[in-house]
């Protein structure tokens, strides 16, 4: 059975209330919910973890070499500040998606730069948080 790590950035521990005319009114224990229902569906066995802090979520990743066969991840905010992230991923050499809930190409400028995605074999954004279950369908597709 695949396993896949689920990385959540700063503030999404904050959905369904933080703006959610952008990121909608699903809580974050919803979208937790929702990413275990997904990922059984898949026939993946998932682990969850969320950060506000830039060195937690590297050491999760690097406490994921060797033990699991994809990540996907929505840095957040670390997507347009963080090179120690991207290099933490290509560190260790697992297969990642990034994942964005809005369509951050369409937002404010400098959202629009990712430093994640060069690292990633894809993107998914603009979806809700349905965004996850097509990120586990490419990493469970792999």
Request: proline share 4%; hydrophobic share 40%.
């Amino acid at each position: 059975m695949k396993k896949i790590l689920v990385i959540n950035g700063p503030n999404l521990n904050m959905l369904g209330i933080r703006e959610p005319e952008i990121y909608g009114h699903t809580t974050y224990a919803e979208l937790e919910d929702d990413i275990r229902q997904w990922a059984a569906e898949l026939g993946v066995e998932v682990r969850l973890f969320q950060s506000n802090h830039e060195g937690a979520i590297i050491d999760e990743i690097q406490a994921a070499y060797g033990k699991f066969d994809g990540i996907v991840v929505n840095p957040a905010g670390y997507t347009h500040t963080s090179v120690a992230i991207p290099d933490a991923v290509k560190a260790v050499g697992i297969p990642a998606v990034e994942v964005h809930i809005s369509d951050i190409d369409t937002r404010e400028d400098f959202r629009k730069v990712s430093y994640i995605r060069p690292v990633c074999i894809a993107t998914v954004q603009g979806l809700g948080t349905e965004g996850y279950k097509k990120a586990l369908e490419i990493i469970a597709g792999l």
